[in-house]
């Protein structure tokens, strides 16, 4: 079983900054994608950005230039910088891992954290 827990959420004045971390833990094949995704309430849960185990980065056209995605494969973790924070960045983020190594291919979730960015 992998189990991801999330950390780093918080409240943060627009134009601030927050760094939020996913450690994964389990049973866990190499091949396989980390990411972020976030769900604003009434809206639907939306890729952020997502990294590979071998560094290939994909990111939502809303945080390009704003977030920045890495990964510590040696510690299956994963972390999400966020600068220059707006309103509406504000939702619930969540750790995924996708699991490319078993088939079909599975999705793994945390439970979520909270970031809030006041205008």
């Known amino acids: 079983q992998v189990q991801l827990v999330e950390s780093g959420g918080g409240l943060v004045q627009a134009g601030g900054s927050l760094r939020l971390s996913c450690v994964a833990s389990?049973?866990?094949?190499?091949?396989?994608?980390m990411g972020w995704y976030r769900q604003a309430p009434g809206k639907q849960r939306e890729l952020v950005a997502d990294i590979t185990n071998g560094g290939r980065t994909n990111y939502a056209d809303s945080v390009k230039g704003r977030f920045t995605i890495s990964r510590d494969n040696a510690k299956n973790t994963v972390y999400l910088q966020m600068i220059s924070l707006k309103p509406d960045d504000k939702a619930v983020y969540y750790c995924n891992l996708k699991g490319l190594w078993i088939f079909p291919p599975r999705d793994y979730w945390g439970q979520g954290t909270q970031v809030t960015v006041s205008s």
């Open positions: 389990g049973s866990i094949g190499s091949a396989n994608v």
